[in-house]
Each structure stands twice: as structure tokens, then as C-alpha cells.
């Protein structure tokens, strides 16, 4: 079945920096990608899909990269806040969210 | 922006009572659902809703869970007798189609003492 899974559990970097979040999965049957975010105590938060018929796909602050040869996306955020401390979660077109990429954010 | 409500934010309740918790999803919104996150956990399915019926449902939906859309604008989780470990947050969700992007509500704090 469809498995999408993230490499790291905790990720720090420092405010101002590009954060980069990857993730991979092992089942080409997904049709689309999607990242959510959850800050604490806050349900999760849409932040950008992307379908597997594109390669890169931009939103404000954030660009996800789709490597179908890999099997490898990424969740790029330019100029990290402390506002983007969260959990964040790479998804297929089914929601099954893993323990997913704690982000934190050194002021 | 519209957005996905949930009341209460935080219920309180004995063990084996009933509870009720409550959804207004998106209006333009046909698909509905249901998530629970025991603390430390991962956020889990429960079930899905559409056209006044169940689509899909977890193992962790048994037979002491239930769906309603009593109205036009709510959507329901009931508990029938609650147990220690149903203490979670429970997340409602909306979507326009059963494929697209769900937009979830901030949560109700279920606590069974």
C-alpha cells in the first residue's frame, strides 16, 4: 500500500535560514502529495500539494520538489520564522499522517 | 477565510458517560470526518462522511462511536460510554470532494477521568 514517510523527527535551524524537509515514499500510486503542518495544541494546516505530474510547485515562503525517480519530495521554507515551529507531515492523496518533522526555530 | 469550527474546545467527563462532540465544517464543504491524536501520538483516522452516510471508518470506530449530520451546517461525534483511553484530541475535518485538500478544526480536548 501507499507508505510516505519523513527522514528526520526534529530539525533546528535558525531564523532566517532556508529550512529544507524531505520525504520519501514508496508507492508511485499516489496521484498527489500533500504538506501539513501542526503547531502545538493547533489541528493540522494545509500548506501546499503538489500532483505527481509536476516537478516543483511554489507557494508563499514555501517551494515543494517532486523527485519521482527517487521517490523523494521536499518541503523548502525560505527565511524560516519562529512562526514555522511545528510538526510538519508529508502526505499521499490518502491522509495517513506519520510522527512526522518537528521544526524548531533558534531566534 | 471559512474555516472548520469545534465545540467545546475542552470537555470534561466521567467514565461511561456519553459525549457529544460538535462540527461545523466548511459550508460549500460535501465531505466530512473525523480524527482523534492521543498526546505524544500520531494524528488518527476515524472515519469519513458523505451524502448522509459513512464512506470509511477505522478500527478505532467500533460500535461506541457514532456520526450524525443532525442539520444543515452541524457534524457530530458521539461516544456512547466513554472510556480512559478515548482521552485525545479530536479533530473534524471538511473537504469539497472526497480527493481534495481537508481543512481541519482546532481541536476539542476530550479528558475521561
Known amino acids: 500500500g501507499e507508505s510516505v514517510g519523513l527522514h528526520l523527527p526534529t530539525l533546528s535551524v535558525q531564523e532566517g535560514d532556508n529550512s529544507i524537509i524531505n520525504c520519501a515514499y514508496s508507492?508511485?500510486?499516489?496521484?498527489?502529495f500533500i504538506w501539513y503542518k501542526q503547531e502545538s495544541g493547533k489541528g493540522p494546516q494545509f500548506i501546499i500539494d503538489?500532483?505527481?505530474?509536476?516537478d516543483k510547485r511554489q507557494g508563499q515562503r514555501v517551494t515543494v520538489l517532486l523527485n519521482k525517480t527517487v521517490k523523494h519530495l521536499s518541503l523548502q521554507i525560505a527565511a524560516t520564522q519562529p512562526g514555522d515551529s511545528a510538526v510538519y507531515f508529508c502526505?499521499?492523496?490518502?491522509?495517513?499522517f506519520g510522527q512526522g518533522t518537528e521544526l524548531s526555530v533558534k531566534p | 477565510e471559512p474555516e472548520v469550527t469545534q465545540t467545546p474546545s475542552h470537555q470534561v467527563t466521567q467514565m461511561g458517560q456519553e459525549v457529544i462532540l460538535r462540527c461545523v465544517p466548511i459550508?460549500?464543504?460535501?465531505?466530512f470526518y473525523w480524527y482523534r491524536q492521543i498526546l505524544g501520538q500520531k494524528v488518527e483516522f476515524l472515519v469519513s462522511?458523505?451524502?448522509?452516510?459513512?464512506?470509511?471508518k477505522s478500527e478505532i470506530f467500533d460500535d461506541q462511536f457514532s456520526v450524525e449530520r443532525p442539520d444543515g451546517s452541524n457534524f457530530t461525534l458521539k461516544i456512547r460510554s466513554t472510556k480512559l483511553e478515548d482521552s485525545a484530541m479530536y479533530f473534524c475535518?471538511?473537504?469539497?470532494?472526497?480527493?481534495?485538500?481537508?481543512?481541519f478544526g482546532a481541536g476539542t480536548r476530550l479528558s475521561v477521568l
Open positions: 475535518a471538511s473537504s469539497q470532494g472526497g480527493g481534495n485538500i481537508q481543512y
Open positions: 508507492n508511485s500510486a499516489s496521484d498527489y
Open positions: 503538489i500532483r505527481s505530474n509536476m
Open positions: 502526505l499521499g492523496g490518502k491522509l495517513i
Open positions: 459550508s460549500n464543504h460535501l465531505y
Open positions: 462522511f458523505y451524502n448522509n452516510e459513512i464512506s470509511e
